[in-house]
């Protein structure tokens, strides 16, 4: 098996130029959005079949009484979980783990149930109508074949989203950590450690993770807890049923037709 | 507490809607058909016969369904079919996947038992089907129709726990949707086989049995939306509010109206036969659209 990539990405480096976007959509041969005013500079929107990268602004209260509201940037992603809800769900198994580590979607094998979208806690899915399929970023696979960095981390100038060998990364997101807490930036984090036993796009970010609609580490859990307690509850209904059959049906006075 | 997660909806539509509804239909009719058999007295051959004779066409419209709502839909049996192995696609902890091979292998027992009521009742005077319709009362049989029940509870739950193992707002909040879908599934079978049992005398002598099972469905339902409802915790007002309360209106006229004809003969006499098991039908559509529709709105 090839070495296990990630992405880190700084939010305290983002800018929020969207040069992310721009070399995903033409590495990737992604439709253009179509032109619509949203009265933000986020003029994406949310991850979905033909954006794969999206560059989220988030409004933060400051502490500094002229500049109350501040932005923090976050460029997001597919976070390829290493125990992803989609995989666990994809009935066609379209869904598959690469020799990379990372999580992408057979364009050929899936038939478009959409449970993955569904399943996904971070919304990054999306159903391409025209395809017929579910689709996501796919951590350039291609590029990764041919020992090329994944687009949006080439074109990226602040070098907020690094691409490299996941041990690698974590260890350079955790000596970045330690330098803003130096700094003073004492809400800083790292997002991406523990959830979903470890995103390989993992996060620093300045805030809650809700802020930048990631759920909390409590909240990151997979669809597949419910099975037990469904089933359960399917089966003690079950024999309810059967017993209120035994009942209403039970052999009394036999008459004839 | 519910999980806070930022899912979006995966546009499950009008034919999951129609899927579900007949699903919960057809594997209920299967086990009622099954426990008249088991428990009933003679007379009732003929509603379990009626039961296993609507169980098997409303099956058909299931993978009809689902194959419509697919984006892909000539790869539908890649639901079956692993394309990289070549072996079959099956995954236990993925209820889709174990769904599609339940459907299957019910649609096998349902569609024997729909033969064997053919046989059973004489409609078609082949000699193939007259032996099985004869099997149908055999130890063999039963065994056989019991098996297939087993399936048929697992149809009409196993929609509801495809909704909870997601992290769908709302579906993922509950451990209470495979027994309620069952619960309504049930209550829905019941109501068919009543409709169609009117202006046919042999069926209709069950028909005081098949009101005294359907109260027991519609009370087991009530008691699960109630506590689907309490599940919900901080999330009940996605399914309670805005003009989704049209809908669970319609849910409890389903349920308490039946209910209460059900239990007072002089207020049963007084409506038309048909009109209180169209209104549980009414109402197990409306259960299933509110609960599919309000998560992803």
Known sequence: MAQTVGFFTDTTLCIGCKACEVACKEWNALPNNPLEFRGTYDNTGQLDHANWRHVRFVEQTTKTPDKPIAWSMMS?????????SCLEVCPTNAIIRTEFDTVFI???????????????????????????????????????????????????????????????????????????HQQGVSEARIYGDKEYGGLHAFFLITDKPEAYQLPSTESAVLPSRNNFPGYLTGAITAVLAAVAGLIAFRRRGETQP | MPNEHFVVPPHWEWYILLYFFFAGISGGAFV??????????RVDAAASRLAFLISFPLLLICPILLTLDLGQPIRFWHM???VGSGTPAFKA????SLGVWGLTLFGL???????????????????????????????????FMVIGAIFG???????????????????????????????????GAAASILLLSRGRRESAVSDGKLMEADRYFIILELVLIVLFLITLGGLVSKVLGGGWIILWLVVLIGTLVPLVAEWRPALRRQVPPVVLPVLVLVGVLALRAVIIFSAQA
Not at chain 2, 93 to 96: A, L, T
């Open chain 1, 106 to 180: 057979q364009q050929d094998v899936c038939n478009g149930c959409r449970d993955c979208i569904a399943a996904c806690p971070y919304g990054v899915i999306g159903f391409n109508s025209t395809s017929g399929t579910a689709q996501k970023c796919t951590f350039c696979y291609d590029r990764l074949q041919n020992d090329l960095k994944p687009a949006c981390a080439t074109a990226c100038p602040t070098q907020s989203i690094q691409f490299g060998p996941l041990d690698e990364l974590r260890q350079t997101a955790a000596r970045r950590l330690d330098t803003l």
């Open chain 2, 109 to 143: 027992f349902s569609f024997v038992m729909f033969l064997a009521a053919v046989g059973e009742g004489g409609y078609l005077r082949w000699r193939v089907l007259a032996g099985a319709g004869r099997v149908m009362s055999s130890a063999l049989g039963i065994v």
């Open chain 1, 76 to 84: 997001d992603v597919c976070k390829h979980c290493a125990n992803a």
């Open chain 2, 80 to 82: 079956l079919v692993d």
């Open chain 2, 153 to 187: 509870f697992f149809v009409a739950a196993y929609t509801g726990v495809l909704l909870a193992v997601s992290n769908q707002p709302v579906w993922s909040d509950t451990w209470t949707l495979g027994g309620l879908f069952l619960a309504s599934g049930l209550s």
């Open chain 2, 32 to 41: 009622i058909g099954t426990m008249l058999r088991l428990w009933g007295n």
């Open chain 2, 93 to 96: 902890y993925s209820p889709m």
